[in-house]
């Protein structure tokens, strides 16, 4: 199998060019990738914006997948770049999450339990010319819809409160603080959703030192993020 040029990286896998229709998403390290084709078949089924899934490429390892080759900037590019703003970007993610959350589950026997996205942040939604598309669905299950929104608040605190992160922390807080403003209707990230949040970024192998070190902190900063309850 000939694999063309390396489009991008995160912290799991590869994705290399196939042809100008398809990439090969390739992963350093995971035995199985079954389940994650079928949550974006499925999710796709109800429109919601993920890749398309390829043909198997020739040669490919059994975990490879063939995706639809999408073209433009990831939405944290075009926040540093200035070409999203804060608060737009914070409505588009709430929006994201919102929509997925009204699919039905797949395979859980509990109806109040959605499909979780469980990384829903900027570098993983791809602003294309036919709008936004949501990349990276190897952490996807079923549960609760609000341990997902605090997966992405938390994740987002944690960018804002990165002293290496390229943006002022005004920036990553007016972000955070739109997402959680959009959501507020839906029940937002409450305390026992954060608390699940953190447990499961605490077990994330792909966390740094400092990151981990900070997920008390980025769950003191949504909680004060979040807007005062309606009365
Ligand atoms: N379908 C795609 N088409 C074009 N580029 C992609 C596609 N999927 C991912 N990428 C690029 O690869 C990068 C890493 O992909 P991602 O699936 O988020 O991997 P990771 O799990 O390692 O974070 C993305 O930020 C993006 O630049
Ligand atoms: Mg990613």
Do not use: K
Request: aromatic share 4%; hydrophobic share 45%.
């Amino acid at each position: 199998m000939h694999t063309g040029q390396l489009l991008g990286s995160g912290r799991t896998a590869d994705v290399y060019e196939l042809d100008g229709s398809w990439v090969l998403r390739r992963y350093r390290d995971r035995s199985d990738t079954t389940e994650e084709l079928a949550v974006m078949s499925y999710v796709g089924a109800f429109g919601y914006p993920v890749p398309r899934i390829g043909p198997p490429a020739d040669g490919a390892r059994p975990t490879d997948l063939v995706l639809q080759r999408l073209t433009g900037p990831t939405m944290a590019e075009a926040l540093l770049a200035g070409a999203l703003g804060a608060a737009e970007g914070g409505a588009l993610l709430a929006r994201l999450l919102r929509e997925l959350h009204a699919i039905p589950p797949r395979v859980s026997a509990d109806p109040q339990d959605c499909i979780l996205h469980l990384d829903l942040h900027p570098e993983n939604v791809m602003l294309t010319d036919r709008g936004p598309v949501v990349i990276d669905w190897s952490t996807a299950t079923e549960g609760p819809p609000g341990f997902d929104r605090a997966m992405s608040a938390l994740t987002l605190a944690r960018v804002a409160l990165d002293p290496e992160f390229p943006a002022p922390e005004a920036e990553a807080r007016t972000l955070l603080a739109a997402l959680l403003a959009e959501l507020a209707g839906e029940g937002g990230a409450d305390a026992a959703d954060l608390a699940r949040a953190r447990a499961r970024q605490w077990e994330n192998p792909f966390l740094t030192v400092p990151e981990r070190d900070c997920l008390d902190a980025a769950v003191e900063m949504v909680l004060d993020c979040a807007p005062p309850p309606r009365g």
